[in-house]
């Protein structure tokens, strides 16, 4: 995954702007970081294994002098988290330095080459061949543009690179597979992973596609693609504008980004929803278009997206009579590509919009003559390039590693386009009408209870501190929500957390049940789900184990805990939004009580782009 960042400014010092892109960037990858400053001796290197804050303890990173730098935060792909192996790599005079994200498949013949020819590399990672690739280039005349275009020509794999050379200002980058943006600013440019790592310089950006490089100076940018043998070509691309600030990418007052964000929900639920005033026509205009022509919709996601998607083809069943499909995007080309036709559209749903996996599913649907309707969040991500039709949730910067605010966001769009595409097909009755008169209220429904759901997860969360496993229990709808409760939970706290349809526990999960397996328990509205539910809860209690029910105000059920967490009418397709808000703080509240970074899970890195 790896977060990178460069920037080449007329006046200045480069490095405090690096440190706060890199912090930006931590969702990308926290084992490692470094960063390379040009300055007047030369190219500085500092780097280590630990988190930017750590690299600025040992070396006062922000200190070093130079209007030139790069700088990286490291998810380990290849070669172990050691010092060595964090980047920026240099090359055999330590003239040049790279910072890479992605993989390098042939790394081992290029490396077995350049050994061959005398060259001595130091660490066991695929990205140390390409300064001495670079290296090669410089020593036989080329400017760095033209070496790093050699350089890549030989490359195979995925990459997004960024390089800096001993006595020039420039920063020559490339991509191919891994996401890379340039920052057009006032005095100086940039280059990162995302946008976000870029709002405190600026907020002009433009996309580089795969197959090219560009020269970053201090007062312009070009861009050319790199043909079979390095040549290149120039392209003109005009930058765009992210409407996110600065401080929409600050954590304020809170403890965690996590925190953060989710208080943030009433306000990028509300800004989802005018975004989806926008947007959604053209997207219900799409998913009619398929339909008319016998097309199906089949969603594509990962994680905490996949199951919004969930949702999405529970209301596109429910109040649309539409029956959609979805799949994991890991699974796709198996389960979902030996049947996808010509006229088939796949609707993929990604917060980054750079997840390799689903990447991959609409890469192969578009072979086979599918359209992709894309659901994202970061501007300018690869997904939203090349999908046919684009929704931007609009939910604003999200840096905690756990989905939380793109997740209600994802949801809320979900609903008022299948509310709407039901209104216009003349279906759902009066539902669907009454889903998108309630909508509305839902980010004022959040906000009324945030505070009170928060009070109330701490002191429900020793429950479930003090056991190794919480299971969720979820019926229709919300089905969904104890899936994502469920990993929230795991994912920041490492409890084990499982989620359940309600029915399925007799067929095997129950044996796991004890006084020492607390459960969490959606409950549905609708009074045939609700009175089967209580009857899972029961179930549960009679095994010992403690209960947390999350119900709208009148809902009623046997358990020692509840969360209120939804007015009661509102329409049971509208609860997944109110009823995920209270899983997500006690899974924070959690997270905090075992003294786990909840922004930062190990093992994790929020922008999955290798697969
Ligand atoms: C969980 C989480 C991940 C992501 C998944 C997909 O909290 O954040 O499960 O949902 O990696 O990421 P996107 O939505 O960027 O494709």
């Given at each position: 995954m790896c977060g990178i960042v460069g920037i080449a400014l007329e006046m200045g010092e480069a490095a405090p702007i690096l440190v706060e892109g890199l912090k930006r960037l931590e969702y990308r990858g926290y084992d490692s970081a470094g960063v390379a400053i040009v300055g007047e001796r030369g190219v500085s290197v500092v780097k280590g294994v630990g988190t930017v804050d750590d690299l600025e303890r040992r070396f006062g990173v922000s200190a070093l002098s130079g209007g030139t730098g790069i700088g990286h935060t490291r998810w380990a792909t290849h070669g172990g988290v050691t010092d060595v192996n964090a980047h920026p790599h240099t090359d055999c005079s330590d003239r040049v330095a790279v910072v890479h994200n992605g993989v390098i498949d042939n790394f081992a013949e290029l490396r077995r080459a350049l050994e061959g020819r005398g060259h001595v590399l130091r660490s066991d990672t695929d990205t140390e061949v390409i300064p001495h690739l670079v290296e090669e280039g410089l020593s036989s005349g080329l400017a760095p543009i033209q070496a790093l275009a050699r350089a890549v020509s030989m490359l195979e794999g995925s990459y997004a690179i960024a390089a800096v050379v001993s006595g020039r200002r420039e920063i020559v980058v490339a991509r191919r597979g891994s996401p890379l943006v340039l920052g057009i600013g006032e005095g100086g440019n940039m280059c990162a992973s995302d946008v976000a790592a870029m709002l405190h310089f600026t907020n002009r950006y433009i996309p580089l596609e795969d197959g090219e490089v560009a020269e970053i100076t201090p007062e312009r940018v070009r861009i050319w693609t790199v043909g079979p043998r390095g040549e290149m070509t120039p392209v003109e691309r005009e930058p765009r504008e992210v409407d996110w600030t600065a401080s929409m990418a600050d954590k304020g007052p809170y403890d965690h980004f996590m925190l953060k964000e989710i208080y943030e929900q009433p306000s990028a639920i509300e800004r989802t929803l005018s975004q989806a005033e926008v947007y959604s026509d053209r997207a219900v205009d799409l998913l009619l278009s398929t339909i008319d022509s016998g097309g199906r919709v089949v969603f594509a996601a990962a994680g905490t997206s996949y199951h919004a998607s969930l949702v999405g083809k529970y209301l596109l069943a429910r109040l649309a009579g539409i029956q959609a499909e979805s799949y994991v995007a890991s699974e796709f080309e198996d389960w979902a590509i030996p049947h996808l036709r010509e006229g088939d559209l796949v609707f993929a749903i990604s917060q980054?919009?750079?997840t390799a996996d689903v990447l991959i599913a609409t890469r192969a649907a578009r072979k086979l003559g599918a359209r992709v309707l894309a659901m994202v969040n970061v501007p300018g991500s690869t997904l939203a390039r090349e999908a046919d039709e684009v929704l931007y949730?609009?939910?604003?910067?999200?840096?905690?590693?756990?989905?939380?605010k793109t997740y209600t966001s994802q949801v809320a769009m979900l609903t008022h386009l299948t509310a709407r595409l039901a209104l216009r097909l003349g279906r759902g009755g009066n539902r669907a009408g009454e889903i998108a008169d309630w909508l509305p209220e839902i980010p004022k429904i959040v906000e009324a209870r945030l505070e009170e759901m928060d009070r109330l997860s701490k002191r429900y969360v020793g429950e479930v501190v003090s056991h190794h496993s919480v299971f969720f229990l979820g019926r229709g709808v919300n089905l969904a929500t104890s899936l994502e409760g469920a990993l929230k939970l795991k994912e920041i706290s490492y409890i084990h957390a499982e989620g359940f349809p309600?029915?399925?526990?007799?067929?095997?999960?129950?044996?796991?049940?004890?006084?020492d397996t607390p459960a969490v328990a959606i409950l549905p509205r609708e009074e045939r789900l609700r009175r089967l539910m209580v009857g899972n809860i029961m179930e549960v209690r009679a095994r010992g184990a403690k209960v947390i029910v999350v119900k709208a105000d009148g809902g009623e059920a046997p358990a020692e805990m509840e969360f209120p967490a939804a007015p009661e009418g509102l329409p049971e397709e509208l609860t997944p939004i109110p009823f995920i808000v209270p899983l997500q703080l006690l899974a924070y509240r959690a997270a905090v009580a075992l003294g786990r970074d909840p922004d930062k899970p190990r093992n994790l890195a929020k922008s999955v782009t290798v697969i």
């Open positions: 980054s919009g750079e949730m609009g939910a604003g910067p999200e840096v905690g590693v756990a989905a939380t309600g029915g399925e526990y007799k067929h095997g999960p129950l044996a796991l049940i004890s006084r």
